[in-house]
């Protein structure tokens, strides 16, 4: 199995502040799914890409797929303490298991009042 | 919306006690998955399963099973509890590959402690 690569594993930041975190990997994805697991609860799934260059919005939250569809990116504009969670990207390998994914490790996103 | 559950969200066991976790699923989804999550180590798939009474090895099933004998329920079983299975262990299902795009949805977690 492929690893997703997350970065950056940790990111604090000030209530307000702009961030990108990303996933990064060699295989190529048919889709790929972005989740927020909050403390001590279930991942919760944000979006799903499909298609390379695919830009989709949810409010604050701006989500990329990369044209080769290798990779991932997830921008929070103005970020607020309710974005505070654990950050998963999971792609769908081209080829392989029908129904598994791939996950990476997550990015831990702390925003302080 | 898709709802997941999961039968206890916080667990205390004893070394070599039989543990039985029970997951369901309410989306008539085909596919359901047992992973544990740990610090560091992210998601590991322990097992799934993709239809009643089917079950696929994960990456880490050694000292676990499965048993899938209705659709909508999946339980994982550790057969002799030790204390490196305390972790937070998470049910998800899915639908079939091709109509879904193999999206997960996840229940809220047990969080087993073995003692």
Redesign the interface.
């Known amino acids: 199995?492929q690893l997703l690569e997350q970065s950056p594993q940790f990111l604090s930041i000030q209530e307000g502040e702009n961030l990108t975190v990303y996933c990064n990997s060699s295989s190529v994805f048919?889709?790929l799914?972005w989740?927020r697991q909050e403390p001590?609860?279930?991942?919760?799934?944000l979006v799903?890409v499909?298609t390379g260059g695919e830009v989709k919005k949810l409010k604050r939250l701006t989500f990329q797929f990369g044209d080769a569809r290798k990779d991932s990116s997830l921008h929070i504009t103005a970020a607020q303490p309710g974005d505070t969670g654990l950050y998963?990207c999971?792609g769908?390998e081209v080829g392989a298991g029908?129904?598994?994914?791939t996950?990476?490790?997550?990015t831990k996103l702390s925003v302080i009042p | 919306d898709v709802k997941?559950t999961q039968s206890s969200r916080y667990l205390v066991k004893r070394t070599g006690e039989k543990v039985f976790l029970e997951c369901v699923q309410d989306m008539d989804h085909?596919?359901m998955f047992w992973y544990r999550q740990d610090p560091?180590?992210?998601?590991r798939?322990i097992y799934?399963s993709?239809d009643v009474k089917m079950k696929e090895k994960g990456?880490i099933p050694e000292g676990y099973s499965v048993s899938r004998e209705k659709k909508e329920r999946f339980s994982l079983i550790l057969e002799s509890a030790s204390t490196n299975q305390t972790s937070m262990y998470?049910c998800?299902s899915?639908f079939?590959?091709?109509s879904r795009?193999?999206?997960?949805?996840?229940?809220?977690?047990t969080?087993l402690t073995v003692l």
């Open positions: 199995t048919s889709s799914q989740y001590g609860e279930g991942p919760v799934l799903t499909v998963l999971a769908a029908s129904y598994q994914l996950f990476g490790k997550g | 997941v085909e596919n560091g180590l992210g998601l798939l799934f993709y990456d998470l998800a899915s079939s590959s091709g795009y193999n999206e997960q949805f996840f229940g809220p977690g969080r």
